[in-house]
Structures are given as structure tokens and as C-alpha cells.
């Protein structure tokens, strides 16, 4: 793809960028991993307390981009037929698929952690494949199919936790916190002037794209420029989490892909047809966090894979 072509897709990702960041507040750093994971055709772990816009943001995805948005609440009674679907016997005699509510562009998996490990392994097949099994047939999913998953990171009773086959299919987690006092403020303000959070109508933004604008988006970014240079750097990253003392298991190649793509896209919504160490740089925490495991004394004494990860930053050199 040509440079021409490259700018012209940088301006509608800043244009997405700009309705999202218009809806959700304060919340600059996540909306924009956000997006940039959605253009590499990955999945997104959303971590934070109740009531720190993770609904908000993927209703605000599906408006912007025009995508068919479903929210499934995950509980411990919730069965894989209850997302992927079932057969029933129709009126004339014959079986009949009926799709569950994976069956869209954009799903948001609301506090995908309270559900059993059966369903979770339904939804796993749903994410790798993007397609759903039922009584041996498969049934393709949407070319936009993106799962959103939540999780509370205080609550824990009545918790499965992700094992770490499936936290490795997201390919970034974010983590939202509070916002600014002077941002909530405004969210304040933006509420006595009519917005709701559930009325996707009081957002003030239109669509910009629709499915065919994200994949034309994707066929961008793929088309980003890497040299081998920041191939071997992306490389050594993820090699160093593996012999970090401080970590008892590292990423795995898989999170080599998940960081190259993700520092394409960022490279794409900056604007350059070529990427950067600083795009690698930017992307590595939210690709790598959930996908390493802290010792556990490190862990007790407050130590998180963020700092771990900033010190194997600092120490792995960056191409010139």
C-alpha cells in the first residue's frame, strides 16, 4: 500500500480516535490501545472498578463504527449454549440453528470471570477460531467480531480466575482507573446537559466508518513497513520476560505476533506508513501484563508486571 493510501487510513483511525475520546472522558491512554487492538484484529481484557466507562467505551466503538453491539452478563450459571447458541426442532420436523449473542460484531463479556470454566472454553474457541462449534457443525462469526471481556480486579468471590490459555487470546489488557478530579467534573456537567450512558442517542457522534472502513483500516495497518531490525527488538522483548528473575512464567511467542501487529496499528493512527521503536515501546505493557506471571514474594511486597516490564524496556536496547 502506498503512502498516499497509508495517510488517508492515519485519518480516519485520528477521526474514530476523536469520536471515542469526544463520548468517553479522561480515559485518553485506553481509548487509544482500545482502538489500536481493534485494528489489529485482536481482543481486549478490560480491568477496572465498576462505574470507569468499559461499557461506555465498546457502546461508543459500536456507534463510531457503526457495528452491531451485544453485552452478555457472565454468571456461574451461564452455559456455552447461553453465547454460542443452539438447535431446536423447527415446525416442519427439521433442526434449526438458533445464534446466540456471540453471534455480532462487538461483544462486551461483562465480568467475563464469574462464568464456569466450560463456558469460558466455548468463548476461547469463539476468540481463536472465529467460529462457534454446535453438535459438530461450525458456524462462521462476524468478520468484525471483537470480545470486550471485563473484570473486577476487587472482587474475587464467586471469581473463576482466566486460566492462562485464554488470557494469552487477548491481545491487550488496559486497566482504567478513576479519572481527574477536573474531568469528572465535566463528566458531571456532560450528565445535566442529557447525556446517559445507556442512550447511545445522548453521545453526540455519528458513525465515521462501518465494517468495511475497519477492514480497510486493517488492510492498512498489516501494510505498515517493519524492518528486521525492530522485528529482532520485538524479538528480544518478549525473550526477556522469560529469563526476567522476577517473573515465573513469560510471555510466549504468541505475544511476539500480538506486539508486532499492535505497534503496526499504532504506527498507522501516528500517521507513518513505517514503524518505530517508540511504537514497540508504547504497545509492550498492554500486550505483555496479563500474559506473565509475578513471583509471588515480589508480588506480596507490591511489585506489579508494569515495573517489571519498564526495567526490561530500559534494558533492552532499541535499533537506532
Known amino acids: 500500500m502506498n ?22 472522558l479522561g480515559q485518553e491512554a485506553v481509548v487509544h490501545d482500545a482502538l489500536a487492538a481493534l485494528i489489529a484484529r485482536g481482543h481486549v481484557l478490560l480491568e477496572g472498578v465498576p462505574g ?6 465498546v457502546r461508543t466503538l459500536s456507534v463510531a463504527l457503526d457495528l452491531e453491539f451485544r453485552r452478555i452478563q457472565f454468571t456461574p450459571d451461564l452455559m456455552p449454549s447461553d453465547i454460542t447458541g443452539i438447535n431446536f426442532l ?5 433442526f434449526s440453528f438458533r445464534p446466540g449473542p456471540l453471534f455480532a460484531d462487538l461483544i462486551l463479556a461483562d465480568e467475563i470471570n464469574r462464568a464456569p470454566a466450560k463456558t469460558q472454553a466455548a468463548l476461547l474457541e469463539a476468540m481463536q477460531e472465529r467460529s462457534v462449534t454446535v453438535d459438530g457443525v461450525s458456524h462462521a462469526l462476524s468478520a468484525s467480531f471483537t470480545v470486550f471481556a471485563t473484570q473486577n480486579p476487587i472482587e474475587f468471590e464467586g471469581t473463576y480466575p482466566l486460566p492462562e490459555a485464554e488470557l494469552d487470546r487477548f491481545l491487550v489488557k488496559v486497566v482504567l482507573d478513576y479519572p481527574a478530579e477536573a474531568v469528572e467534573q465535566g463528566i458531571l456537567s456532560r450528565v445535566l446537559e442529557g447525556f446517559e450512558s445507556d442512550d447511545p442517542n445522548s453521545f453526540g457522534i455519528d458513525s465515521g ?16 513497513r517493519v524492518e528486521p531490525s525492530l522485528v529482532a527488538y520485538v524479538t528480544r522483548i518478549v525473550r526477556a520476560t522469560r529469563t526476567a528473575p522476577a517473573l515465573t512464567l513469560g510471555a510466549s511467542p504468541r505475544a511476539s505476533v500480538g506486539l508486532l501487529k499492535l505497534s503496526q496499528a499504532v504506527a498507522l493512527m501516528s500517521g507513518r506508513a513505517y514503524a518505530v521503536p517508540d511504537d514497540v515501546k508504547r504497545s509492550a ?5 496479563h500474559r506473565v506471571v509475578m513471583a509471588p514474594e515480589l508480588e506480596l511486597e507490591g511489585a506489579s508486571p508494569d515495573t517489571v516490564l519498564d526495567s526490561i524496556l530500559e534494558k533492552v536496547p532499541a535499533p537506532e
Request: aromatic share 0%; net charge positive.
Open 3 to 24: 503512502g498516499p493510501d497509508i495517510a488517508a487510513q492515519a485519518e480516519r483511525a485520528r477521526d474514530i480516535l476523536h469520536r471515542l475520546n469526544h463520548v468517553v
Open 52 to 57: 470507569t466507562a468499559k461499557t461506555l467505551l
Open 90 to 94: 423447527a415446525a416442519e420436523g427439521k
Open 209 to 224: 466508518l462501518d465494517a468495511r472502513g475497519l477492514e480497510a483500516l486493517r488492510r492498512a495497518a498489516r501494510a505498515v
Open 285 to 289: 505493557k498492554a500486550v505483555l501484563r
